[in-house]
């Protein structure tokens, strides 16, 4: 990726409704270069998708759980079987295999405790768990989903003059 590949993913992480006018005319191209990039970014899998982002609370899934969970099984088959339950799951918004004291960490978004609840016991009879560890967000302080992201390459060559 190259400084204009770089504002172009900084410009679609920020509003991915913008017009191919709009993106090409911020980072100094015309619509069709630019739009060839936007497919390349796309193709490679820099762009994975553009999506609306909606507020939990106005859709009534205003309770977000941090979930730890730890296990006695680190097999490839159970992690495999635990893996399709829990993404099956629709109030898991992200799942992550960690490193450290805990085996998984989810990010649950449900209406009340009473979802929670429920969400809970059907987590814990889909297979053993070692111990299940739930954190309730009291107050969102910071969310997004941009990566922070230079506008400069970083790296070896980064620093090197050219002649």
């Not at 899998?45 to 859709?59: D, Y």
Request: one cysteine or more; glycine letters at 4%; aromatic letters at 6%.
């Amino acid at each position: 990726m190259d400084a204009i590949d770089r504002k172009i993913v900084v410009l679609l992480q920020e509003d991915a409704s913008l017009s191919l006018a709009q993106i090409a005319h911020r980072v100094g191209l015309s619509q069709s270069p630019c739009w060839k990039r936007i497919q390349r970014l796309e193709k490679t899998g820099v762009v994975l998708k553009r999506v609306a982002l909606i507020s939990p609370e106005s859709i009534g899934v205003g309770l977000t759980v941090f979930v730890s969970i730890e296990t006695g099984d680190h097999s490839s088959a159970w992690l495999a079987r635990f893996a399709q339950t829990v993404t099956a799951m629709p109030e898991v918004m992200e799942f992550h295999r960690m490193a450290g004291d805990i085996d998984y960490m989810l990010r649950v978004a449900v209406p009340d405790m009473q979802a929670y609840d429920a969400f809970y016991k059907r987590l814990i009879d889909t297979m053993p768990l070692k111990n299940v560890t739930s954190r309730f967000s009291m107050e969102r302080v910071k969310s997004t989903t941009a990566y922070p992201l230079p506008v400069e390459p970083r790296g070896p060559a980064a620093g090197k003059k050219k002649p």
